[in-house]
Structure formats: C-alpha cells, structure tokens
C-alpha cells in the first residue's frame, strides 16, 4: 500500500547553497524522493557540475547562480524559477559561510561577510520565497540553524550570532505566516563530516571530544539529515512550525563530564 505521509515527489524544492556539503546532499535526498529540485551556489562551475551529479534518470536537477548577499540576484532566482515551475513547494535555506578566529581579531569585513551570507542574505531569501508561499497558501521554509544555538563554541561568534538571529528568524516568520499555510522550521546539525569539516576532524584531540559528547557515538554524515528534512517538507509535518531540530547524536541531551559510572 502507497502511503503518501512523507512524500515530497512531484514537489518543487529550492536549495540556497546546494552545490556542496549539506545543501547538495539534502538536495540529492529530494531528487531520489521524486521533487524537482533547483540548487543554488556563487560558483558556476561548481553549481553545475553538482546538478550533473545529482540528477536522476528521471529527474534534471536545475542549477542556478544566486549570491545571497546580494538582494538583486535573490530577486531573480525567485522570478525565475516561479516562472518556470509555477510554485516553490520548499524552501531549503542552506547557504552559510564560517572563519574560525578569536573574537578580537574578526575585522568588520569579515564580520559583515559571514552576517551578509548566513542571516541577511538567509532572511531575503526566505522573504522572498514566504510572498510566493503566502500566495499559494502553502509551503514549508526549513532553515539550516547550528548547534551553536544552544550553546556558542569557541572561535566562531559571528558565526553564532549569525544563526542566533536565524532561529528567531525561524520562530516570527512561522508565527506571522502560519495563518496562510506556510510552515517554517529549523535543522540544527550536529558534528557532521563534510569536505570542509574532515580535516578538523582528523586530529585525534578533537575526534576523541567529538566521540565522548556524543551519545550515539560517532560523528554525523551530511545523509543523516535528510530524513529529517523529508519529514519537514512533507505532509507528515502538518502541524508543525516554529521548531528548532537538533539533529546532533545527542549531543544537546546533556552534558558529558569524565567520569566513570
């Protein structure tokens, strides 16, 4: 028997920052779940050559140049691919950018560059995207939140402040545009391995961390949030808006001090 519960096939899915990492392996997961997905990145050449990647026999995945900290090529991202599918069933806000520094030394060119990206360029997007939900009077808006949400680390507090600002983000907008059937949650990712995170990961000292505060005992991989998401796309997800989902391992049930029970 079909069970149409966590369907998004035949759905169209946007994916800001889709052409690595996370972004591209959420999109991947859409793809094989029967969703026309577009992805977006700042570098062509790699946009593209992630679409070529993740495109299925039966379905073209659409790559589509967009910086968002720039708010004119948001505008035309979301006029395009309005025009040439009709509707935007899901928006997947993933685009961010990370430098790990000591606060002192974060120049206001750096700091304006990781906010630009991760919480304007986030907040136009899905502003954007939200007047095209508001429209149809449906849609679901999931933003890539952080585990830095529930407790900063070290070395990156723009980064932090950054997705502070996109879990309230998260909250008001589900608040204001629940009344026209427009949803919106967040996916906090614990330590996930990434082309960019397995370089940190390899020295011994922050692997050992990283396995001790974990409870499930092993370090994330970008397909292990595509459930997740699945499940906040599709109708199974009906009545829920305005949550912030830790998918971390467990990190975040609690704290691990060493000492042997």
């Not at 977006?40 to 050559?49: A, D, F, I, K, S």
């Not at 002192?104 to 906010?115: A, G, H, K, N, P």
């Not at 919106?184 to 961390?209: C, M, Q, Y």
Request: net charge negative; glycine share 12%.
């Amino acid at each position: 028997m079909k069970d149409d519960l966590f369907s998004v096939a035949g759905t169209v899915t946007l994916v800001s920052g889709g052409s690595r990492g996370i972004g591209l392996a959420l999109a991947k997961g859409f793809v094989e779940r029967g969703s026309e997905v577009v992805i977006t990145g700042r570098n062509e050449q790699t946009l593209t050559q992630a679409a070529a990647d993740i495109s299925s026999d039966t379905r073209s995945v659409r790559p589509l140049v967009c910086d968002v900290s720039l708010p004119e090529q948001i505008t035309q991202l979301v006029e395009t691919v309005v025009a040439d599918y009709g509707r935007i069933d899901t928006l997947l806000n993933v685009a961010g950018v990370n430098k790990r520094q000591r606060v002192e030394t974060y120049s206001v060119e750096d700091f304006d560059f990781i906010l630009d990206i991760n919480l304007k360029g986030a907040f136009l997007l899905a502003q954007q995207v939200g007047r095209q939900m508001i429209e149809q009077e449906s849609g679901s808006q999931i933003n890539i939140d952080s585990l830095n949400t529930y407790a900063p680390l070290k070395g990156v507090l723009p980064y932090a402040m950054s997705k502070g600002g996109l879990s309230i983000m998260t909250r008001g907008m589900a608040a204001e545009w629940g009344q026209h059937g427009v949803r919106v949650n967040g996916l906090a990712p614990g330590f996930i391995l990434t082309d960019l995170t397995r370089k940190l990961w390899s020295d011994p000292t922050i692997h050992e961390w990283g396995m001790r505060n974990t409870p499930l005992g092993r370090l994330g991989e970008v397909e292990d949030l595509v459930g997740t998401a699945i499940f906040l796309a599709s109708p199974a997800s009906a009545f829920l808006t305005g949550q912030i989902i830790y998918v971390d391992g467990g990190m975040t049930a609690g704290i691990n001090w060493p000492i042997d029970l």
